[in-house]
């Protein structure tokens, strides 16, 4: 209630129906399933992360990442990292956290801090937000940045501007104390 949905959503050629075509057709869906069943997203995740086929599976994959709307994509990543995927899925695992960040980068950085025991889902959000907002991506690494030392969050928001804004990148790095951090 009040979350905004894709606006993907909805198209006539959504990427819903058309993920669900292709992989009826390549059998990847049991005839026991229901259409109710399909539309939920979890059993959609668990049929296109079963592929076989690796091109398939990345093309299923980018659909339904895409397809996902707000109120969907938190319980996604949480089944994803429940079933242990992400740690041998960390291409569409990154592809998760990129897409939340569109919608509510702080609740995705909530969510990673508190459940995460790596930085790669902190970066991976702070760099696609970064990429989008950089603005406002420095100034929450600034902030939830605690202590002495190099900030871990800002390298995240440095690869994030690094391509658009690299005078931008190389200062905030300069910034930086010799570090573990600086070095990433």
Do not use: C
Not at 40 to 47: F, G, L, N, Q, V
Not at 61 to 70: E, M, Q
């Amino acid at each position: 209630a009040g979350k905004p949905t894709s606006p993907r959503q909805g198209s006539p050629t959504s990427p819903r129906a058309a993920e669900q075509s292709d992989l009826q057709e390549r059998g990847f869906r049991s005839t026991s399933q229901s259409d109710g069943a399909w539309s939920d997203p979890i059993a959609r995740m668990e049929a296109i992360i079963n592929n076989p086929d690796p091109l398939d599976r990345a093309e299923q994959w980018l659909r339904f990442v895409k397809g996902l709307d707000a109120t969907e994509i938190e319980d996604v990543i949480v089944t994803f990292r429940g079933k242990g995927l992400a740690g041998d899925n960390l291409s569409e695992y990154s592809m998760l956290l990129s897409e939340w960040d569109k919608y509510d980068p702080i609740s995705a950085l909530d969510y990673a801090k508190q459940n995460t025991g790596s930085p790669f889902a902190r970066q991976t959000i702070l760099t696609s937000w970064a990429t989008t907002d950089p603005v406002a991506a420095i100034r929450w690494a600034e902030k939830n940045h605690d202590g002495e030392g190099a900030n871990p969050w800002m390298v995240g928001v440095i690869r994030g501007i690094a391509a658009s804004d690299p005078a931008r990148a190389t200062e905030l790095m300069n910034a930086m104390p010799y570090s573990r951090e600086r070095g990433d």
